[in-house]
């Protein structure tokens, strides 16, 4: 029950968003391609999805889509027809204030090629939307590190490399004894300024949670340790992108 009580955020393109270490770039049409893996209990997920921002729409919202991608042939990325996501943001994204759900104006969603606007508690459930902006990261500890080189669509760039963590400690009262529950989380990133929005070419989470009683007690078994790994790859980048979901209107539209 403690396991199930802590929140373990996934990785994501705006986990980092408030961080001032990474530039923060808005420029309408600006795209990345990302590919992202997760491993957690033996269990290995893998998707590609493309980023984008398309500016400012009449009401002055800031307009993301998230596109989901396939790999029809080596290096060759498409999109996915009718599918996808499209973000109506608030200028908190640019003032990296508050928490990122409370800069959403707006979701809509588009499934076989039918859009629909989604209400706050359809899109915290809705898994592509979780999926891609999950949570904040607020770390403990911010190190940078020597730089790295990445390789992204075949050219070379010598990225600025950053380490972010945290650990956090909760306990719950039991029946003769205590349950108490550590989790570590730590986020590497490099970043170079090159890539729109968030400068990311790489990014890597790991998340360790373990408990342990005290006193022991034979009569209560704990949970074992979990680990949880999660990769964000550049895979391409440009500043051409165009709306994948059709026109784009207001909110209030």
């Known amino acids: 029950m403690l396991l199930a009580a802590t929140p373990i955020l996934a990785l994501d393109f705006f986990t980092l968003w408030q961080r001032p270490e990474l530039p923060l770039n808005l420029e309408a049409g600006g795209w990345a391609d990302y590919r992202r893996q997760a491993l957690s209990e033996g269990r290995r997920t893998n998707d590609i999805v493309r980023i984008q921002c398309l500016g400012r729409d009449g009401n002055g919202h800031w307009i993301f889509e998230v596109v989901p991608l396939v790999e029809t ?14 973000l109506y943001l608030t200028d908190l994204i640019t003032t990296r204030e508050g928490s990122i759900v409370d800069a959403v104006a707006e979701v809509r969603l588009w499934r076989d090629g039918k859009m629909q606007v989604l209400d706050q508690r359809e899109w915290r459930r809705d898994p592509l939307v ?20 990445r390789v992204i669509a075949g050219r070379e760039f010598e990225c600025r490399q950053l380490i972010f963590a945290a650990a956090d400690t909760q306990t719950a009262e039991l029946p003769g004894t205590r349950m108490i529950q550590t ?15 968030l400068g990311l070419a790489y990014a890597s989470e790991r998340i360790r949670a373990e408990s342990r009683l005290d006193p022991p007690s034979e009569r209560l078994p704990t949970p074992p340790p979990s680990v949880r790994i999660e990769i964000l790859e550049c895979l391409a980048f440009g500043n051409d992108a165009v709306p994948a979901l059709g026109p784009v209107n207001s909110v209030e539209d």
């Open 130 to 149: 979780t999926a891609s902006f999950s949570g904040e990261f607020v770390p403990d500890m911010v190190e940078q590190r020597d730089p790295t080189v």
């Open 183 to 197: 989790a570590s989380q730590e986020v590497s990133a490099a970043v170079h300024v090159d890539i729109p929005l």
């Open 73 to 86: 042939a080596p290096n060759q990325l498409e999109m996915v027809p009718g599918e996808g996501l499209r």
